[in-house]
């Protein structure tokens, strides 16, 4: 059984840095993808960053790029987001999700979802 745990988050000031992580269990192989995903009050689910396990390549969203920088964990199975330069508009609560195989980065092609974290920018 898979199980996608998140850890971080919090209240940080504009301009500052967080790092999310997640733990995702029950994979029996390096075949699945890991993303992270927000929902801000009002607004659809959207995505933010995506890594495949086996090979490391990702996805950024445009709102994001050059902000986030999602990577594979020391720990197996584990992945991290590190938020830099953060705005008040990245506030959100943030999912961690995984599923097998390669996918778009988009929450529907995602099968397996974390409780969520919350993210507040404000000053």
């Known amino acids: 059984q898979v199980q996608v745990v998140e850890s971080g988050g919090g209240l940080v000031q504009p301009g500052g840095s967080l790092r999310l992580s997640c733990a995702a269990s029950?994979?029996?192989?390096?075949?699945?993808?890991i993303g992270w995903f927000r929902q801000a009050p009002g607004k659809e689910r959207e995505a933010v960053s995506c890594i495949r396990r086996s090979d490391a390549s990702t996805y950024y969203a445009d709102a994001v790029k050059g902000r986030f920088t999602i990577s594979r964990g020391s720990a197996k199975n584990t992945v991290t987001l590190q938020m830099n330069s953060l705005k008040p508009d990245d506030t959100a609560v943030y999912y961690c999700?995984?599923?097998?195989?390669?996918?778009?980065?988009?929450?529907?092609?995602?099968?397996?979802w974390g409780q969520g974290t919350q993210v507040t920018v404000s000053s």
């Open positions: 029950g994979f029996s192989s390096d075949n699945y993808a």
């Open positions: 999700a995984a599923t097998l195989g390669h996918v778009y980065c988009v929450p529907s092609e995602y099968d397996y």
